[in-house]
């Protein structure tokens, strides 16, 4: 991929429009970013560009867009007028994701292969998941995507440590580790994983898309170049994921190779059978299913966490990793940050973190986990969600909620009468009024079934003010 001296606009800043802005530069391409914030919103992101790279903010000059020779679009920026008018003038329109695969798959498809995982809930647990197995077994990975560092991000680190040109990092690894956004699937054109997950298609990001067949059609779009070579990764306990297939032309030999994982009934893959972990993919000596790990053994908990494990391994073993490096790092793995974390127990109340929580079937999977009763914070910025679907696990498992953010009154409206519901001014307000509601033996969760940033930088920043918050209450 040579674009010496092409002229780039990239559009959108952020962490991917960083990354993505950085490595062009890099490889000898005149790179303007554009953004509709003005400076003082982007000053965290402006420091990291390198001094090469111009900008321009606070719009998006028309100029910019045609007289450019390509068009980088990072993830969630929608498809503005502009975008528009520069594709159907001819000029190519990528994204970030888009950009990072071709530059990795210079020497040819399939280079470096992609493990690409994707769906509503789960994605970043059974990427990291997913990582760590495929390093247990001794390959050299890289990791990245809507993690939270972004591939273009990572290659341009790797150029700069390694000394060495973009198309060269694909040499220094055996696999590429992907957790991909359905923003991101939006703007891919050649991106073939040579293993790609589809975990579940829930509810969400629902004011970007007019439905859940079309939110789940995006999400498909990982699987839309791959061949018979290459493998699917499907939830078969997820109806909305098991009706995608029937469009993938796996049935004529054309599309990937398709397996399964389940909580539910034994499969074509991986699938839990009397409290342990069974595996019937093609990777044993004899081809018959063997038993792969206790249930009870593995490091992360929760109904939904056993469904990225099972999902990971599935990926991992078919990616050529043994049963031991796949059991190994299962039983080490203890799960990441903001994904249903445990904060402090406190007066025999514990505290849970799961700010990564952000759309409603996500706090369904994380009440799903617990016995006890449990006081929920909630609330944020609405992503058109159903709050309605919680009533019923509200009113079985929830003691009271205390809602936070601008969705909070459309939220009460949908639980009254279900639970007690307390309205707070802040997150700070919210973790004393649940306090106040706990006793011992109760946990307080916080899983906000919306977006965070009517308050807060990013989920992350929610969830680190949370966790400061709890740390500061005294006995």
């Keep these: ?52 790279v111009r900008t321009v903010l606070g719009g998006h000059p028309d100029e910019l867009f045609m007289s450019a020779d390509m ?140 439905s859940l067949r079309e939110y789940g059609s995006v999400k498909a779009r990982i699987a839309g170049n791959q061949g018979p070579e290459d493998f699917l990764v499907l939830n078969a ?16 030999g054309e599309g990937p190779q398709v397996y399964f994982f389940s909580r539910k009934k034994e499969v074509n893959g991986v699938f839990l059978r009397d409290g342990d972990v069974w595996c019937s993919l093609p990777v044993s000596s004899d081809g018959a299913a063997f038993r792969l790990i206790s249930a009870g053994s593995i490091g992360i908990k929760g109904v939904h966490n056993l469904e990225n494990a099972m999902a990971a391994s599935a990926m991992a073993l078919l990616a050529g990793c043994s049963a031991r490096a796949v059991t190994a790092a299962l039983a080490e793995f203890s799960g990441l940050e903001h994904r249903l974390e445990p904060v402090r127990e406190l007066d025999g109340v514990r505290y849970f973190n799961d700010s990564k929580g952000t759309n409603v079937d996500a706090v ?15 609330g944020g910025r609405d992503k058109a969600g159903d709050f309605e679907a919680l009533r019923g696990p509200v009113s079985r498992k929830v ?29 700070g307000e919210a973790v004393t009024l649940a306090r106040g509601v706990a006793k011992a033996g109760d946990v307080v969760l916080l899983s906000p079934a919306c977006a965070s940033f009517d308050m807060f930088r990013d989920f992350e920043d929610r969830g680190r003010q949370f966790k400061k918050l709890v740390m500061e209450l005294r006995p």
């Design 1 to 52: 991929m040579d674009l010496r001296g092409n002229k780039v606009t990239v559009v959108g800043l952020a962490r991917s429009g960083t990354g993505a802005a950085n490595l062009l530069s890099e490889m000898g391409a005149s790179v303007t970013v554009t953004d509709i914030k003005p400076e003082e919103a982007l000053k965290d992101h402006l420091s990291g560009l390198s001094g090469e």
């Design 71 to 210: 068009i980088v679009v990072s993830p969630g920026v929608p498809e503005i007028r502009q975008i528009k008018e520069a594709r159907a003038a001819g000029v190519p329109v990528i994204g970030e994701l888009e950009l990072a695969y071709q530059i990795l798959t210079t020497a040819g498809p399939g280079a470096v292969p992609f493990m690409a995982i994707t769906g509503s809930n789960g994605k970043s647990t059974t990427t990291t998941l997913s990582d760590l197995m495929l390093r247990k077994n001794g390959s050299r990975t890289l990791l990245g995507g809507n993690i939270g560092n972004s591939l273009t991000e990572e290659i341009y680190k790797r150029c700069k440590t390694a000394q060495v040109s973009p198309a060269s990092v694909s040499a220094m690894f055996d696999w590429v580790v992907a957790e991909v956004s359905s923003f991101q699937l939006e703007t891919v054109s050649t991106f073939r994983p040579r293993i790609a997950a589809l975990l579940n298609v829930t509810p969400d990001h629902m004011d970007r898309y007019h």
């Design 237 to 252: 306990d997820d109806p909305v994921t098991m009706e995608i297939l029937e469009e993938l032309p796996v049935d004529r």
């Design 364 to 378: 369904l999977k994380s009440l799903e986990s617990f016995s006890e009763p449990v006081v929920l914070i909630a």
């Design 399 to 427: 003691k009271a909620v205390v809602l936070i953010g601008e969705a909070s009154h459309k939220i009460k409206k949908a639980l009254d009468g279900a639970t007690d519901v307390f309205l707070a001014g802040g997150l």
